[in-house]
């Protein structure tokens, strides 16, 4: 099934130390993920699987884990450029473009996870 | 390099020189007897020259005038000026940014300016920004009066210690002085408190504010510092304040000067010499002020006039600021420093027709006019508390021209007739009480009248040349004139080299910092050392090896040497 | 083997100032005190080894020397009629110094991380101005710290042991036991997970929040709604009791109010809350800034042009408008026409509209490490790390000014010099 979310963003722990490391797949690992409670998780598929997020500003691969301290139909995925394929651009008139609060659809894929080269080589 | 000035009208007060043709020769930075005939010549052509004005007291740098600049992007919209070839470029009227600060000072004749307050903790902060001001000569104020350390040692009575941590303060800010802040006050504010006079205990400290600045005093004599003890008295902001001011003044006379010089220097009377009982009954006490300071000989003052308009006030006087930005339903940026001090900043809109507005206006002025020996009265706005420091023209105009005044007062509320005196003052300073008030009396209250404020062999080449004959000018009538000439100096000359011509930056050389290291036996500072070890081990939030400023932040230094073991006096 | 003491870590903005690092051979073997984040900046990763260039976006890069990177640097910035140089947090003050006057330079706009993290924090300073402290003071005093839309366990590991909620102080000898933690968030975060109360929101509803709060403190209960942004009315009502009754609550907020959807006035209405609360008894607010030297951009940045970050130089004269003259506003507006990203990751970091656009211009970046930006630039310089090969000046969080130690010696040119000769030969290009 569909699962409608509201996506929001942010730093993680993991996120900060691989951040001077961004072609490895240690910062892949700490950023192309979805978090969903486990309720959430269940109507898309199981913690590991990959998972389609689209929201109205693109569309990307994550994996999906299990986070219960979200509640139910929010969604978190570390900052970085997966999370920065959906979220909002528009500044809003200061400056600041709409990171959280995106509304975003989830679906279960057989896609992979795009590396962070081939994600970034979708924009030229 | 060489330079001749020839045919000025010279005020230099210093060496008793009124108005008299003089020539100045400079020597490599220097003022020196004569020149070879290879100098280069400004023919000043009769026009008034004076020695480059000295401000003792300025908010130009550091944390609260940073603040200033975040909080009000509505003032730095203000005065708004592109790079030129030399100059970057200029923003704002009450928070220039520090091109503007350096530009500005020069433009105005200006060569020499001392920052107000700086905590030691943000004192890099500080210095960040003075290296980057050009042309002026600078120094830092560095605040002591609600300081933990300096509260446990007034405790203990152990004046030996107490110097010693002043001593490492100036080192460890490159400060040039000693600050008092609403003593106290500070550490109060800490828990959104505040101490209502001289004998008020500061809890968990036990001591009062005038055991601290008894204490600071005898501290910066022992020190034999080139300023005195620098203090913003308690209950600054209050009607009723003027009775804290006298008292505090009074205190001077329990510590003997090291040097020729004042004891103690009340800075910004103007908000200091207040009676009255609320904002209703408010009135001038600047008579009683002006009356005490021509009474003694240890107490100097300066005016913290206030100008019409806007005007950023910034002080490490927290609880204050939070009551100004209550009354005022202002914007409030606060920011106490652990350990130290508090510290506030908030906008005002200085209105004629607002009685206490008005009476302000008034007292600042009545200070300068009613103190009758000009060394005792420094000419300064508290800039940007009074208003910004591009002003002093003004403040000079009305002190030259009663006319002035009397069409001032007309416009303004009436209660300067009812509460203030200055409408029946007639009093008219000539050029050279101006020379004296923001430039020789100056540099004499900071301690550097040996090369600053004055015009004699030997003194800094910091020079003004004024658009203006002294000779064939009624002060009294042609005011505007007056204004006119001090904003924008025909030439201003700095360490030899002409950095305005009629009122254009020519230059931009790079301005020294004036920091004192005064000495004290090796045992006392050990002795201080632990408690300041103990204090960073326990309660301070960075570590002792990262507090200190470095060297990279002072590169043009002039450093001012003192101290018990060095034998001054 | 050398030890380094009282070293600061160049990551967020705690800026730890009590970093061991032991050095051998120019190689950094271990770091003491520092958190994860921190031990992994300091120890360093894979470097870009020489300066690149390519011309097509999407071909290889090909090495050169740096001066031709330079060079190529110059001549795209010299040619740009409407230029961005944007990163800069990830570095010291000296640097940002030296970019402000190549934007000077070249009338460009000039715009640091803040605009994606605390720049609408800045917004609402302006409006409101900002009651704060260092934080000792919080240290020594606070018996109450409430972490609002912020995650200092994952964002700013230390910043709980060192400042905030462990910390013992001189009012405060008993630590956490002598302070009650409160948190605010939008889902139960590791941090929530250890506070004595936690407030759970729903999503981009904090400005409704803060409202109600602020009229239950100002005695208006009655206006208030049930439940307010999915928190019971009795929880609010309970929460000022909690806040009024601290002898001294600090503040600490972050993305979930900068981020969400009021952006500044969330920050707005938070710093008026805080101010009414003084009226009760004593309140500061901090924002938790990310960037070790984002505060120190900030400062730079307004004492050279009196205003915080997003000055636009196309005027010749500092100008100021975030909505107009941010970082993606231009990109989105498709008006850069060539962008610098130096210690920053436009790349990462900005929304794909953005990237696209940084896509279609020439792009150099300054920079350690390769990374999202590398992928879309033409021009690529390494640079020494700021904070471990080069030493200066950064600001704290709560604007604290600290000199940042050399640990060891660069391998590369400094941000500084490529700067200077960048700035260099822009002057010769444009003639001036």
Redesign the interface.
């Known amino acids: 099934m569909t699962l409608k979310v509201?996506l929001?963003t942010?730093?993680?722990?993991d996120q900060?130390?691989?951040?001077?490391?961004?072609?490895?797949s240690d910062y892949q690992n700490a950023t192309a993920y979805c978090e969903l409670n486990s309720n959430d998780v269940g109507k898309v598929g199981k913690p590991g699987n990959n998972i389609k997020i689209k929201t109205e500003?693109?569309e990307v691969v994550v994996k999906l884990k299990e986070?219960?301290?979200?509640?139910d139909g929010?969604a978190?995925i570390p900052?970085?450029?997966w999370a920065?394929?959906?979220?909002?651009?528009?500044?809003?008139?200061?400056?600041?473009?709409?990171?959280?609060?995106i509304p975003a659809q989830i679906d279960a894929t057989n896609e992979k996870i795009l590396l962070?080269?081939e994600?970034?080589?979708r924009?030229? | 390099m060489e330079l001749l000035i020839k045919n000025g009208a010279v005020y230099d007060p210093k060496n008793g020189i009124k108005g008299d043709k003089t020539d100045i020769s400079i020597k490599d930075g220097k003022i020196v007897k004569s020149v070879s005939s290879s100098a280069k010549i400004i023919d000043a052509g009769g026009r008034l020259v004076m020695a480059g004005g000295v401000d003792g007291h300025s908010h130009i740098a550091g944390a609260k005038v940073n603040v200033g600049r975040l909080m009000r992007p509505e003032d730095t919209r203000i005065g708004i000026k592109p790079r030129t070839k030399i100059t970057r470029p200029q923003t704002g009227y009450t928070v220039p940014n520090v091109y503007a600060m350096g530009y500005r000072y020069a433009q105005m004749g200006y060569t020499t300016v001392f920052e107000a307050a700086q905590a030691i903790m943000k004192a890099r902060h500080t210095h960040e920004e003075l290296e980057e001001i050009p042309i002026i000569d600078k120094g830092a104020l560095t605040l002591f009066g609600s300081n933990w350390p300096t509260m446990d040692f007034v405790r203990e009575k152990d004046m030996d210690k107490l110097a010693a941590y002043v001593a490492w303060g100036l080192l460890a800010s490159r400060g040039y002085g000693v600050k008092v802040v609403n003593p106290g006050g500070g550490e109060m504010w800490g828990y959104g408190k505040n101490v209502t006079g001289l004998d008020d205990v500061v809890p968990s400290f036990d001591v009062t504010p005038r055991e601290i600045i008894v204490s600071l005093m005898k501290a910066n004599e022992m020190l034999g510092l080139p300023h005195s003890v620098h203090l913003h008295c308690n209950n600054l902001g209050k009607p009723g304040n003027y009775k804290t001011t006298l008292a505090s003044m009074e205190l001077a006379n329990q510590v003997k000067a090291s040097k020729d010089r004042q004891v103690l220097h009340v800075t910004h009377a103007t908000f200091n010499a207040w009676g009255g009982t609320n904002w209703g009954d408010f009135e001038s006490k600047a008579d009683e002020i002006a009356n005490y300071v021509n009474n003694c000989d240890n107490v100097t003052i300066d005016m913290g006039q206030l100008i019409w308009g806007s005007a950023t006030t910034m002080t490490a006087d927290g609880p204050v600021q939070y009551a100004n930005a209550k009354l005022l339903h202002a914007k409030w940026g606060n920011g106490d420093v652990e350990l130290e001090d508090a510290s506030g900043v908030v906008p005002i809109f200085y209105v004629k027709q607002i009685s206490v507005h008005a009476i302000m206006w008034a007292i600042g002025l009545e200070l300068a006019l009613l103190t009758k020996d000009p060394y005792k009265v420094l000419l300064t706005t508290d800039h940007p508390n009074g208003g910004p420091f591009v002003n002093y023209p003004e403040v000079i105009a009305l002190l030259m021209s009663n006319k002035k005044r009397q069409e001032e007062i007309k416009t303004v509320h009436e209660a300067v007739h009812k509460r203030t005196k200055i409408p029946g003052i007639d009093r008219e300073l000539d050029f050279n009480d101006i020379a004296i008030m923001t430039r020789t009396g100056s540099a004499k209250v900071l301690g550097l009248l040996d090369t600053k404020g004055h015009l004699g062999v030997g003194a800094d080449a910091d020079i003004a040349i004024y658009d203006i004959k002294p000779d064939q000018i009624d002060p009294s009538v042609e005011h505007a004139k007056v204004k006119s000439a001090f904003q924008s100096a025909a030439y201003t000359i700095k360490g030899g080299e002409v950095v305005v011509k009629d009122g254009q930056i020519t230059a931009t050389p790079v301005g020294r910092t004036y920091w004192v290291d005064a000495s004290v036996p090796q045992e006392h500072t050990d002795i201080m050392m632990k408690d300041i070890r103990h204090k960073f081990k326990n309660y301070y939030s960075i570590g002792l090896a990262n507090y200190m400023v470095q060297d990279a932040y002072v590169t043009h230094p002039k450093v001012v040497k003192a101290g018990i073991s060095a034998g001054v006096n | 083997m050398t030890v380094i003491t009282d070293a600061l870590c160049p990551f967020c903005g705690c800026t730890c100032d009590d970093i061991t690092v032991v050095v051998e051979d120019n190689k950094i073997m271990e770091v003491k005190n520092a958190c994860k984040i921190g031990v992994a900046k300091i120890k360093g990763h894979h470097r870009i080894k020489a300066p690149m260039m390519r011309t097509d976006k999407k071909g290889e890069f090909k090495e050169v020397s740096y001066d031709e990177a330079i060079e190529a640097a110059s001549k795209i910035l010299a040619g740009s009629t409407r230029p961005l140089l944007y990163g800069w947090a990830s570095a010291l003050c000296e640097v940002h110094k030296k970019g402000i006057l190549l934007a000077e330079e070249l009338g460009a706009i000039i715009d640091n991380t803040a605009t994606v993290c605390h720049a609408p924090s800045t917004l609402a300073v302006h409006e409101k101005g900002l009651p704060s402290a260092t934080l000792g003071q919080v240290k020594n005093r606070a018996d109450l710290v409430v972490f609002w839309g912020s995650n200092p366990v994952h964002a700013h590991p230390r910043h709980m042991g060192r400042y905030s909620v462990f910390a013992k102080g001189f009012f405060n000898e008993k630590g956490r036991r002598g302070r009650k933690v409160i948190v605010v968030d939008v889902r139960k975060t590791d941090t929530a997970a250890m506070a004595d109360e936690y407030i759970q929101l729903q999503q981009g509803s904090d400005y409704l929040v803060i409202s109600a709060l602020r009229a239950i403190l100002a005695g208006q209960a009655a206006v208030v709604p049930d439940v307010v942004g999915g928190v019971p009315k009795e929880q609010l009502v309970k929460l000022v009791d909690t806040l009024k009754a601290a002898k001294f609550g600090a503040v600490f907020f972050g993305m979930g109010l900068t981020q969400s959807i009021s952006r500044y006035k969330n920050i707005d209405n938070a710093i008026s809350l805080i101010t009414e609360l003084n009226a009760f008894t004593k309140y500061v607010i901090t924002p938790m800034r990310g960037h070790y030297n984002v505060t120190g951009f900030g400062n730079v940045c307004a004492w050279e042009t009196g205003y915080g970050t997003a000055v636009d130089f196309a005027r010749g004269a500092p100008y100021y408008n975030p909505g107009e003259t941010a970082a993606n506003d231009v990109l989105l507006r498709k008006e850069t026409d060539a962008a610098m990203i130096i210690a920053g990751d436009a790349g990462a970091h900005f929304p794909a509209d953005s990237v696209r656009q940084l896509a279609r211009i020439p792009v150099i970046q300054i920079d350690p490490y390769w990374n999202p930006t590398t992928e879309v630039a033409n021009v690529v310089i390494p640079v020494a790390i700021c904070g471990v090969e080069v030493e200066g000046t950064a600001y704290r969080m709560d604007g604290v000014s600290l000199r940042y130690r050399k640990m060891i010696e660069p391998t590369h040119p400094t941000d500084v010099e490529i700067l200077e000769k960048i700035t260099e030969r822009v002057r010769k290009i444009r003639g001036d």
């Open positions: 509201n929001i942010g730093r993680t722990i900060g130390v691989t951040i001077e490391n961004k072609t490895s500003h693109g986070n219960n301290g979200n509640p929010l978190f900052m970085g450029p920065n394929a959906l979220v909002d651009p528009d500044t809003k008139g200061c400056g600041m473009p709409g990171f959280k609060g962070m080269k994600l970034i080589a924009y030229k």
